[in-house]
Structure formats: structure tokens, C-alpha cells
């Protein structure tokens, strides 16, 4: 690991429908920590939704929301921060993440994944004639960036509190060993 790193937060990243919101609440109340999720910033702040906002304005500007959000939170501590799932297939935002958090990948197949967010009508990158295609072509072009974080957990056969268990280690062992 890095030394020039301050590993003071946990950066949770990964598709849609990996479970980050969950994990993300159980590790903050099980650790103390704040709980920051990008996509409640954004819509906090555009004063709309995250559909409206890819609706109205367009990805790109929800992209650029991400950025700025991103470059806010190297001054956080002791937070637990759920991200959008896109991004961090973004290099600058990646390497900002691993700059203050242990940066944690929860990871399932894209079937697992349709199974979990089919029904729900919040994702606008998957109101598509083919949503599992969509999400098989969306996690194969970021699954370089998800494998650039310092913890893949796989979360198809764990329940959330299996992975956050597992999560409390992997931060302990950073942080520790990075004092
Ligand atoms: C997105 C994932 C969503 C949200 C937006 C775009 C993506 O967040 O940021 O709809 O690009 O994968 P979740 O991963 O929390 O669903």
C-alpha cells in the first residue's frame, strides 16, 4: 500500500445493486463513522432527482456533480462514503478516493445484479429495451476501475452484515498497519 496514504474513511464502490447503500449504513453505525452517499449529495444539491437530472440535464452534468463532489471529500474523516456506481470509472476520482479511504469494491454478476434492481424505477441508465445487456456491456467497461480497489468482496453469497464484517477487518488492518 501506498505510504503516502491516509487511510481515514471507507470508499465503497461497485454496480448498482451490489448493496453499497446497506453495507454503507451498517458499517457506519457499527464503526461511528459518518455515512456520505454521492448520489444524496448530488440530488441535495441539484435540488432533483438523479433521474431528472440525467433527464434534463444530461449524464454528463450528473458526471461533473460526481467531480466536484469527489474533490470535497479529501478533507473527510471518519466517514463512510457510498458512491454511484459509475463513479469511479474515472481515474481522477478513483485515485482521489484512494488518496483518504481503503477503497472497497462490493462485486456480483450481472444476473445477480437484474435480479436485485429489476422493479425499481430510480436508475435511469437501465430504463433500456435490455437491461441485463445493458448492465453485462455498463460492468464489463468498468470492471477495470472496480478492480483497482484495495478490497473486491464478492457479495452474492454474503449477507450485508457478512460483508461489512469483512469490511471492519480489511479497514482495521489498513488502518493499523498505516500508523
Ligand atoms: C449510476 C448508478 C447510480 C446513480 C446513477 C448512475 C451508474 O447509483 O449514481 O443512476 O452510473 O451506475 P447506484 O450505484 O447507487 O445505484
Redesign the pocket.
Known amino acids: 500500500m501506498n505510504n503516502a496514504r491516509r487511510i481515514q474513511n471507507i470508499a465503497l464502490i ?5 448493496g ?2 446497506s453495507v454503507g449504513q451498517m458499517l457506519a453505525a457499527a464503526l461511528h463513522f459518518t455515512l456520505l ?3 444524496h449529495v ?1 440530488e441535495a444539491r441539484a435540488g432533483k432527482s ?2 431528472e437530472i ?1 433527464s434534463k440535464d444530461g449524464e454528463p452534468a ?1 458526471r461533473e456533480w ?1 467531480r466536484q463532489i469527489v474533490q470535497e471529500l479529501t478533507q473527510r474523516k471518519r466517514t463512510v462514503i ?6 469511479p ?1 474515472d481515474e481522477a476520482n478513483l485515485a482521489s478516493l484512494k488518496s483518504h479511504s481503503l477503497v472497497v469494491c462490493l462485486w456480483a454478476s450481472p444476473e445477480r445484479i437484474w435480479e436485485r ?1 429489476r422493479g425499481q424505477s ?4 437501465l430504463e433500456d429495451p435490455d437491461p441485463l445487456a445493458k448492465i453485462k456491456r ?1 460492468l464489463a467497461a ?1 470492471e477495470p476501475f472496480y478492480r483497482q480497489a484495495d478490497v473486491l468482496v464478492n457479495t452474492e453469497m454474503r449477507s450485508v452484515r457478512e460483508v461489512a464484517v469483512q469490511v471492519i477487518k480489511q479497514f482495521h488492518l489498513a488502518h493499523g498497519g498505516e500508523r
Open positions: 461497485g454496480f448498482m445493486g451490489t453499497k447503500s452517499d454521492t448520489d448530488i438523479i433521474s440525467f450528473f460526481e457510498s458512491t454511484g456506481g459509475g463513479l470509472a434492481v430510480h436508475r435511469p441508465l455498463l468498468r
